[in-house]
């Protein structure tokens, strides 16, 4: 059904285009469209017959309970209840099920929220099976294997959710209250939230060649319900609780769950704000070239080109900016009451040289090359991303080594800047209590800035052997790695183990647990720096 609507939409811009012109193929068309419209709203009425749906409803049910049971270890003849932590899986007949039965009950909940969302309304029982299922499956790679069916699982959460958008324009929308009350009073919530999250850092690495592209794709229903369980205390708690972990364990020797979280939604960030920036740049150079008549002197082939590659970074800017608008708004709402993980210096500089690069281009003078014709057709929210950024550094603005380390980024930060984003924010109408602190903020980094400029001018001529070798900056907390024997920072290497587990210098396996305090190289670096500020101080006055 799926299909035959695109195909209709597809059919329907072809007669459109047809009837411009003056050929007879729009009549044709025009059948063609009828006899398919005839056949897809048959087909509806079929497959959308409600006993027929309950029955089908029943029975995927059904096997969710089935597989569950089979996933809590060898059968028996007594129904084992549900509880975590789930036990080791020996004898089990997992493996002589089929894929599609999983496959096949994920296609029927996705089919229900788009054709017949009422349905769902009226089973809280079932959903409540689903649920089971999809907490013990989605996030334990030992009961399921395929990658891309646990990401599947999270396309079917989003369907059996309690949606916060209709599913498509119109006043008759089903009751969300069943949906609401199974899945806020769920007993296991802690676990699905936690699933959730280790299938979002799972799907990184699929092993598929086209991997890198399919994570964005897997990854859109998530967003969403990221969203809606942050507004559910039961929810919420269990997700600052992995977070909590995460601050207590950031050198163990696997990151953990949510740290490795927080790093990829930052790799995602900045990934799709940048490609979607670069789109909306060749989308309006294409607009201005057709609007000022360049297109008309074109051979007929070359103005195909031209239309053809701006409806193509059309779709991909607009993909780009949806996805950019959901990682961006999860950073802001997740910043409101997790604050140790992003203010660590794990993390800190490099959220901070995200939202200072965005924010370059969003309010600084690089904004005029995204001023396309018409920002809803590509979904780009230049007011929103400004909003969503500011908060964030109004989330994190109360830690002072947060605001220590934004003057740090020598690419984008400028207390130029940050003057340009207040005027945006009162441009765009924000509320008076947000620029009022948004402009404290600014002047509380300024003057940090000011401070750190001259403590660098006193540390300019600091020896070779005190910089990171990677990051060319005065070291902190030297570490030294095992096999290379090159001596680092440790927020250096820390950052680099988030995303690649290797010796940067040599490419050797290489975790946290590893690595040295180089002791040596730490008390030169301290009493080099207690002697330049001796000198700096005996200076002061006669300067």
Known sequence: MVKMNQSLHRLQGSWREAQRGTGPGAEQLREQFERLMTVYLSTKAAATQPSMLQCCLNLQASTAALLVQLGLGPPGSEHAELSFPLPPLTDSLLCYVPEFFAENMGDFFIFLRRFADEVLESSGECLEQ???????FMGNVERMKNPHLRAKLA???EAVMPHLEPVSPGPAQSSMFQRQRVFCSYRHAAHLAEALITVFVDIEFTGDPHQFEQKFNYRRPMYPILKYMWGKDNYRESIKRLADYASENLEAMNPPLFLRFLNLLMNDAIFLLDEAIQYLSKIK?????????????????ARREKESSLQMFGQLGRFHNIMSNETIGTLSFLTSDIRCLFVHPFLAERIISMLNYFLQHLVGPKMGALKVKDFSEFDFKPQQLVSDICT?????GDEENFCATVP???RSYSPTLFAQTVRVLKKINKPGNMIVAFSMLADKIKSLADRQQQEEETYADAPDDFLDPIMSTLMVDPVLLPSSHVTVDRS????????DQTDPFNRSPLTMDQIRPNEELRERIRQWLAERKQERQQMGPSG
């Open 408 to 410: 740090k980024d020598g």
């Open 155 to 157: 396309e079917v959460l």
């Open 285 to 301: 150079l294409l607009q201005i070239e057709r609007d000022q008549g360049e297109w008309e002197a074109l051979a007929p082939d």
């Open 492 to 499: 250096t290497i820390a950052r680099h183990l988030l995303s």
């Open 392 to 396: 964030i550094y109004l989330n994190l």
């Open 130 to 136: 689903v649920l089971h299922f999809i907490t013990v």
